[in-house]
């Protein structure tokens, strides 16, 4: 099947699973050097996906696989931009999911994940919410002394 449409045109070869698999060689760092200049501004700094103008949206990355990672960027399905190997080296691609497979890791220690983003937001979640007992445990001990 892959052959025959091959034969249609050319496109991108698939890459090999041998060479997929030296992410876990790859820097974490760098990774995520690329992904932020290269990534993030579609599919959110922790790979969450986001939505895109004309009603487009980029998927979320923590279900795909090393070797879906490293397709998507050579042949740009839909509004991705395709990333030639001038734009991004193999080497670079290989960070990169060596990246995301980190994020995909620490997705959700558990709790409530408030759109993971990030300390500010928590911390103003928990003043609002503690604040807001404050006030009430006080209005409410106010209330029976009368
Ligand atoms: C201009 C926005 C944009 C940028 C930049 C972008 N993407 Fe995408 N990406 C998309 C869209 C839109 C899709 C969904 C395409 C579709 O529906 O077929 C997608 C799909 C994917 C998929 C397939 C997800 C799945 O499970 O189906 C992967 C993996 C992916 N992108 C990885 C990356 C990586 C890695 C980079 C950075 C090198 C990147 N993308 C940069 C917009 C973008």
Redesign the pocket.
Known sequence: MASYISTFGPGPAIPAQDFIDQWVNASVAEGGE??RT??A???NFAGSGGA?TDG??????M??SPL??Y???IT??????K?SEAT?TPEA?LA??RY?EELKKQENPGGISLGRLGPVVEGLFLWTVGLGLLIGFAWWIGARVR
Request: with cysteine.
């Open positions: 690329f992904y290269n990534c501004q579609c599919h895109l487009k949206y980029a998927p979320g990355l279900a795909a879906e990672i397709e998507a960027m740009g399905p839909q509004a991705m931009p990333f991004l691609k990169i999911i995301i």
